[in-house]
């Protein structure tokens, strides 16, 4: 038997929150809303209608590149992909060919090819015995990065994935969810004998995915399938397939041969677009702090620990709330980090002033942190096993045991519950 | 007739209540009653009654009247999106659309208090030189019945030689206004690419549409531009030079005025009524101050084959639209020429075709940019023909698809560098049809070309002559 190597390059379109959509006024917000109530002529695509560009939607997906270290055009411009599909009003999308707003950039080890900004298209409604079209995803403003075929792992899609997400979510220009489809995953899979070189001479693109979760699966199954192929002595095809969740498989959809010609051109209604060094600085201030360098200096200035600091910034919004806490300076930051990470209080609703006031008014009550729990039970499995057989006493040992451990504070409620949650 | 008057003698005349919007939009719905079933210019014909209520409005409040359009009624190619007047660019494909919206030069008529009585045959799309490529019936020339009144645009020349309408519209890829207005005997300005917006202009050719207004002299063009010209949001290609009063700058003196005379445009293949025309206005440019110098701008005979592949190449991308689905006329309604040059385009932005054609095709256009802006360096204008030929009978350029495409020769360059150009009368032939020349200017130059063509036009008579129809 051989052993093979994955060859996996990513595809991923996110939608921007830009107020507007990308070539016209409507709004961009779409997801639940009423059916063909947000278009326009420009994005039905009517008669005569012409795009403008939405000016932010431009400036998103120049500071996504440059958060994703890549290098911006000097030039670039819009062109037209054709393709005849009932969603796609104009019979052509506009979208961006041979100069990209973004070209090279990575995310630790996985490299950027490029990043790109076009429109999205509307939506097909299926229904008994009738298609629908909805319009009003037609002509948000979407943004398209490709990264090299330099994954080789399901862990490492799901690790930059996640990343990515992370970081188009703390830029604050897409809300990057999966479900509402704002995110959108297509990977491309082959696999190669371990230790050759250069690419296989096919690729699969996988579409209809839509969670973290399918992806790996998608990929999972892709990478079985072909290597079963491989060693059956067949060349895997060069195809699109789609993700089917119910059964767990991909489906071929379209195969080589009927690749679409999408016939470019450059987009003769939008005059090229050019950027000063200056424009470029002055979207490049508009970064904010990024989760890798947040993390650094949470640790640094607060003295918390890598797993803390990395719970702490996992959002911008958590991160954010937490220093807002630091700020009012009535509790250290490592005791407010504990507070935040155990009790997971809820942002929306509790200002940090509120919430350091209940931690100032819970007095020496101090939070348990989740290791002291678990170190507990591991050091008392006899505890643990006589609990599980119905002795009631056993858990107030474990308590008593926990209490020692934090030199008696913290509430026996609050430990109890904490451990019953770990019994389970 | 009241519509052989200027708009600015209609302006006068209304303003002092000399006449009411509603004599006008009598006098020539009394005159499309009699002519039109002669000539077909209409595609969608206002109804009297409503055009009549509209004016009565403008009547109640021409006080307040700022533009010298207040309360004239127009006409425009159909190939402009209008609210709640069918629009079909002459194809049966929307044959029965109804925008929800308006152009932006329609919206800017109205904002003026024009009133708009009609949607003209064209070629459907733009696509021919004779409105013979139209599903409404060929538009036929007013001077002789028996040829074409030229195209793209032939309606809307047809109706102004004709007096069915003060002004109109029309639409410009490679020659769609001053074809025409050449065959027709009247004055249509091709404007700069970028000076009146597109949106609402259903694209024939994106990079080369150009909106601009025809009418009986330069100076009612002058007028119109004034209305329609400058930025719009709603169109990234147009341009923020401002808008000069056009109309305003017509009286100057043309003395000193340089004028280039191609020698190319005057070779073999031009009909030798058309030269001597030509030859002769030049005579007419000279006394009046003008120097004339003959000039060479080589490449013309590229122009044809650059533009048969710039402008299919982008029909074919922008009648992608046209799928069936949403307009509710299926693609095979698509006539022979609009199928041909959707066939072209495609082709030539096929993959691995694209470099042969469309790029290079680009890579010429850059160089007639060149070639033009070398000879406008020195010059104030270009003296050309526009056609080839005098107005041709019906079938003669619809069965031949080469003959069809060379009746552009003069025209499409101009589109191709995005250079204003006026076209307007300059003689007639011994067989009694019309003859025009056009004057080709720098970007942005309208107010140069208007003022040459208005000051020839104070000398000569050929704009005010009726064509045989209206005898
Ligand atoms: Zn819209």
Known sequence: MNTYEPIIGLEIHVELKTKSKMFCGCPASHFGKKPNTQTCPVCLGLPGALPVSNKKAIEWTIMLGLALEGNIAEISKFDRKHYFYPDLPKGYQISQYDQPLCRGGTIGDIRIHRVHLEEDTGKLIHTNNTTLVDFNRSGVPLVEIVTEPDIHSTEQAREFLKKLHQTVRYLGISDADMEKGSMRLEPNISVRKTGEKGLPSYKVEVKNINSFRFVEKAIHFEIERQMTLLNNGEKPKQETRGWSEGKGITISQRSKEEAADYRYFPEPDIPPMRFSRHQISDVRRQIPELPDAKRQRFIKTYSLSEYDANLLTETRALADFFEECVKIGKVPAKKLANWIINKKPDMENVLPAALVKSILEAGNVISISDDVIKQILSDNPKAVEDYKKGKQQALMFLVGAVMRQMKGKGSAEEIKKMLLSKLQ | ?471
């Open chain 2, 1 to 471: 007739m009241l519509a052989d008057f200027s708009i600015i003698e209609l302006a006068k005349k209304m303003r002092s209540k000399e006449i009411s919007p509603m004599d006008v939009i009598t006098e020539i719905y009394e005159t499309i009653g009699k002519i039109d079933k002669k000539i077909n210019a209409f595609i969608t014909l206002v109804d009297k009654e409503q055009a009549l209520r509209i004016a009565q409005k403008r009547a109640k409040t021409r006080e307040a009247a700022r533009s010298p359009l207040f309360g004239l009624p127009y006409v425009m190619k159909d190939a402009y999106v209008t609210a709640g007047v069918r629009t079909t660019a002459a194809s049966k494909v929307l044959d029965d659309f109804v925008p929800p919206y308006s152009a932006t030069v329609h919206r800017k008529l109205e904002d003026a208090g024009a009133i708009l009585i009609g949607k003209m045959n064209m070629d459907a799309w733009g696509h021919g030189a004779s409105t013979e490529n139209t599903d409404y019936g060929v538009t036929k020339n007013p001077w002789d019945i028996t040829r074409s009144a030229g195209g793209s645009g032939g309606g809307p020349a047809a109706a102004i030689a004709s007096r069915l309408a003060i002004f109109a519209i029309g639409e410009d890829t490679g020659g769609s206004i001053r074809n025409p207005a050449a065959w027709c005997g009247i004055t249509g300005l091709k404007v700069t690419y970028g000076r009146v917006s597109r949106y609402g202009a259903i694209a024939y050719a994106s990079s080369l549409d150009s909106v601009g207004p025809t009418a009986k002299t330069a100076e009612d063009c002058a007028h119109v531009l004034e209305v329609i010209g400058g930025k719009d949001p709603y169109d990234a290609t147009s341009s923020p030079q401002p808008v000069v009063r056009y109309s305003g700058e017509l009286q100057g003196s043309i003395r000193g005025k340089k004028i280039a005379f191609p020698k190319e445009f005057f070779k073999e293949g031009l009909d030798g009524e058309i030269r001597k025309a030509i030859v002769e206005a030049r005579r007419v440019f000279e006394s009046l101050g003008a120097v004339v110098e003959d000039v060479s701008l080589p490449m013309l005979e590229y122009g044809v084959p650059v533009y048969y592949i710039l402008a299919p190449s982008e029909t074919s991308s922008n009648l992608a639209r046209y799928d069936g689905i949403r307009y509710g006329n299926e693609r095979e309604l698509f006539t022979q020429e609009t199928k041909r040059r959707i066939m072209t385009g495609t082709y030539a932005l096929s993959s691995g075709y694209y470099d042969a054609y469309y790029k290079k095709a680009q890579k010429a256009r850059s160089i007639f940019i060149e070639k033009y802006t070398d000879i406008l360096q020195h010059f104030d204008a270009i003296l050309a023909p526009v056609t080839p030929g005098m107005p041709p009978k019906f079938g003669e350029l619809l069965d031949d698809p080469v003959k069809n495409m060379m009746a552009d020769l003069y025209t499409v360059t101009v589109n191709i560098v995005g250079l204003p150009s006026l076209a307007l009368a300059c003689g007639f032939g011994s067989s009694g049809l019309p003859i025009g020349m056009q004057l080709i200017g720098r970007m942005f130059s309208e107010s140069t070309l208007l003022a040459l063509g208005h000051n020839y036009q104070k000398t000569t008579p050929w704009h005010k002559k009726h064509p045989g129809v209206l005898a």
